[in-house]
């Protein structure tokens, strides 16, 4: 016998509109990194898991991470759904996983890994302070 799942309509139109790509906290993260004087690539598909942001200067990557789905410690962001929760704890998990291999493949050859989290994102002043930090003062500083 098929046990039938009941589908939230409202929750899964907007689980649908979050894409892989452009989402808010990388735009914010391009627009810092721009401002501050750095060039960057982007999703570049010859390196693990496309980085959102590449630094080939600096041998660098940024990844931008939703707190929700990539797990951030101990975030308000990061809570774990009250449905199915079968499928979101496989799921999460999954994603906590394979950005520890995506991670270390990168460092394997010789990237410096900097995770950037979704909720770092809402306060530009400190995420400029904060990519600074992570390149050095080898951008324009303003």
């Known amino acids: 016998m098929v046990e039938s799942i009941q589908i939230d309509p409202k929750r899964s139109a907007n689980m649908a509109r979050i894409g892989p790509k452009d ?3 990388e735009l ?11 060039r960057f690539r982007l999703h570049r598909p010859d390196l693990p898991g496309k980085p959102d ?15 929700f789905w990539h797990r951030h410690p101990g975030c308000r962001f990061a809570y774990m759904p009250k449905s ?8 999460l998990e999954g994603n ?9 493949a990168l460092e394997d050859r010789g990237w410096k890994v900097f995770v950037v ?8 002043d400190e995420l400029k302070r904060r990519l600074r930090r992570m390149l050095g003062s080898r951008g324009r500083m303003k």
């Open 96 to 104: 906590a996983a394979r950005d520890q291999k995506v991670r270390q």
């Open 84 to 91: 199915r929760v079968d499928f979101w704890k496989a799921k």
């Open 53 to 67: 942001i590449t630094l080939p200067r600096f041998q660098t990557v940024i990844l931008v991470h939703g707190c």
């Open 23 to 25: 989402t808010s906290p």
């Open 28 to 38: 914010a993260v391009r627009r810092s990194l721009h401002r501050l004087g750095y």
């Open 117 to 124: 989290w979704e909720c770092e994102t809402e306060r530009t």
